[in-house]
């Protein structure tokens, strides 16, 4: 798997994201995780994502994607995966390319606290 770009875009040399949840799979002795990407067409742009699945549990990124980046979403899914499968909150890394959300049909009024 190749390097990501960096979030602060420089070549870094850590360990990246799926390779790490790979690494983490090999150690408990389960099957590879498999990438699938997901896109969204957003007005003129189409926007993208990824989600990994460890084990028959499907992660998805948090984050949409510009088309150059699609290697972003697939780190951030790795990232989410791996802080799941290692019980531990994620670092909640930004990668560049991040599309901001849109609000959807289904959260429109509602408020952000609780009942």
Request: glycine share 10%.
């Amino acid at each position: 798997m190749s390097q990501p770009t960096s979030p602060q875009g420089s070549s870094a040399t850590r360990k990246s994201w799926q390779d790490k949840l790979g690494d983490h799979c090999n150690m408990v002795k389960i099957a590879a995780p498999t990438f699938s990407i997901v896109s969204d067409r957003r007005g003129g742009r189409t926007a993208w994502s990824s989600t990994v699945i460890v084990q028959g549990q499907s992660f998805s990124a948090r984050y949409w994607y510009d088309g150059q980046f699609i290697n972003n979403a697939k780190e951030d899914a790795a990232e989410v995966a791996l802080g799941a499968l290692s019980h531990r909150p994620s670092s909640s890394t930004t990668w560049p390319g991040i599309i901001p959300t849109q609000p959807t049909q289904s959260t429109y009024g509602r408020g952000t606290g609780g009942v």
